[in-house]
């Protein structure tokens, strides 16, 4: 069965402290995707990875950055933790062999910044 | 630019009746993907039914289809028969046509409750 893990589901972190999102992917999949939600915006896309080291920007990457060291790990980082990136992060992977395309996520990390 | 509207922000629905979804979508790309997804209380993002843009039949999944209307920019999600186990969230999305890499464009979202 196909598996996309994040780390942690609920954190608190306080402003200016610097927060990993981990994400693990055990399909081989070469993307890689980091969605932040938020009620009433549905998801949007912070960054991508298309292969290991490789990332591109997404709609929303301000405050954010990524790290792709290995094929079924990325990583999100917040550099300086703000009261406005308390939100739900989902992680997703996909394979362009794949039969419809579909991304496959993980089950959401909810980080709280005080 | 590509965009997908959802304007239902929450639906109720009697247990074992149908239910419709509305999803409209802007592009002016030819070739597109659109897809559903669920996402009950657990956060977890779960992918229910896809439909090519130049698929010549409406797409279907079990309990669930696409009512896909290529002239009005709409794709449907009707549910039938509806279990308790539907209520949730649920997502359209759109395959941006161009930059490949399959990076989805979702819409708000719409609050599903079945009631007994």
């Known amino acids: 069965d196909v598996k996309v893990t994040q780390s942690s589901r609920y954190l608190v972190k306080r402003t200016g402290e610097k927060v990993f999102l981990e994400c693990v992917q055990d399909?081989?999949?070469?993307?890689m995707f980091w969605y932040r939600q938020d009620p009433g915006l549905g998801l949007r896309l912070i960054y991508f990875?298309?292969?290991?080291?490789?990332?591109e920007k997404g709609d929303i990457p301000e405050g954010y950055s990524v790290s792709r060291e290995k094929k079924e790990r990325f990583s999100l980082i917040l550099e300086s933790a703000s009261t406005n990136q308390t939100s739900m992060y989902l992680c997703?992977?996909?394979?362009?062999?794949?039969?419809?395309?579909?991304?496959?996520f993980g089950e959401g990390s909810r980080l709280t910044v005080l | 630019a590509q965009k997908i509207t959802q304007t239902q922000p929450g639906m109720f629905v009697q247990e074992k009746e149908a239910v419709t979804l509305d999803c409209t979508y802007d592009?002016?790309?030819?070739?597109?993907?659109l897809f559903w997804y669920k996402q009950p209380s657990s956060g977890e993002m779960i992918f229910l039914i896809y439909?090519?843009?130049?698929?010549?039949q409406n797409a279907t999944e079990g309990r669930y289809s696409l009512n896909f209307q290529k002239a009005r920019k709409s794709a449907n999600l009707v549910i039938s028969a509806s279990q308790l186990g539907d209520s949730a969230m649920y997502f359209c999305a759109m395959r941006r046509p161009r930059g490949g890499y399959n990076k989805l464009i979702f819409g708000a979202g719409t609050r599903l409750a079945v009631h007994p």
């Open positions: 592009t002016s790309d030819p070739s597109y993907g």
């Open positions: 997703a992977s996909f394979t362009s062999t794949g039969r419809t395309g579909e991304l496959f």
């Open positions: 399909m081989d999949h070469e993307n």
């Open positions: 439909q090519g843009s130049y698929d010549q």
């Open positions: 990875s298309y292969d290991v080291k490789m990332k």
